[in-house]
T-cell receptor, first 111, second 112 residues
Framework: TQLLEQSPQFLSIQEGENLTVYCNSS?????LQWYRQEPGEGPVLLVT?????EVKKLKRLTFQFGDARKDSSLHITAAQPGDTGLYLC???????????FGTGTRLQVTL | DAGITQSPRHKVTETGTPVTLRCHQT?????MYWYRQDPGHGLRLIHY???????DKGEVSDGYSVSRSKTEDFLLTLESATSSQTSVYFC???????????FGPGTRLLVL
């Protein structure tokens, strides 16, 4: 069974601070997706990374896929209250393979 | 938005009663999924469909059945609800198998 562990589980920071969320596994994934989920809503895809070592930037968010494709990180620069939510990583093991979701990191950004 | 709705959005039921949750899409996506989300477990796949009348089990399928009689609707049935099935249920869809998934707003189910 493939497992994805996210850390930290909870993170409370002030507006303007930087943070990094980690997604780790002992298994190799062919792709890694990051989702953000707000209270009372379903997850929304932020990014998909597919190449080991790949870095993608989405405004203040930077996503990296590990060289060995077993881990990923999400870095947020100058966090804003609108970044508050549950961040989920999800790994795919190949074409048409089921996604394995991490347990999530709950981020709270306060003024 | 991927044009996906779930009904009901909230439901309280008693142990032993049957429950059916509905997922409806307007996007004509081939693949549809049912997940449950519980604290400490993340999202876990219950069942998925890869076409009309084509379904397969996920990792937590025991106690659940599904049906897909037309492209736009995917039903999840709890034949005899148990308290362990109290959860938030999400439907998702995608154009290709397990690629970018679009999630519905969720159904919060409480089994007493």
């Amino acid at each position: 069974t493939q497992l994805l562990e996210q850390s930290p589980q909870f993170l409370s920071i002030q507006e303007g601070e930087n943070l990094t969320v980690y997604c780790n596994s002992s298994s190799v994934f062919s792709s890694l997706q990051w989702y953000r989920q707000e209270p009372g809503e379903g997850p929304v895809l932020l990014v998909t990374v597919v190449t080991g070592g790949e870095v993608k930037k989405l405004k203040r968010l930077t996503f990296q896929f590990g060289d060995a494709r077993k881990d990923s990180s999400l870095h947020i620069t100058a966090a804003q209250p609108g970044d508050t939510g549950l961040y989920l990583c999800a790994g795919g093991a190949g074409t048409a393979s089921k996604l394995t979701f991490g347990t999530g990191t709950r981020l709270q950004v306060t003024l | 938005d991927a044009g996906i709705t779930q009904s009901p959005r909230h439901k309280v039921t008693e142990t032993g009663t049957p429950v059916t949750l509905r997922c409806h899409q307007t996007e004509n996506h081939r693949y549809m999924y049912w997940y449950r989300q519980d604290p400490g477990h993340g999202l876990r796949l219950i069942h998925y469909s890869y076409g009309v009348k084509d379904t397969d089990k996920g990792e937590v399928s025991d106690g659940y059945s599904v049906s897909r009689s037309k492209t736009e609707d995917f039903l999840l049935t709890l034949e005899s609800a148990t308290s362990s099935q109290t959860s938030v249920y999400f439907c998702a869809l995608s154009g290709r198998a397990f690629e970018t998934q679009y999630f519905g707003p969720g159904t919060r189910l409480l089994v007493l």
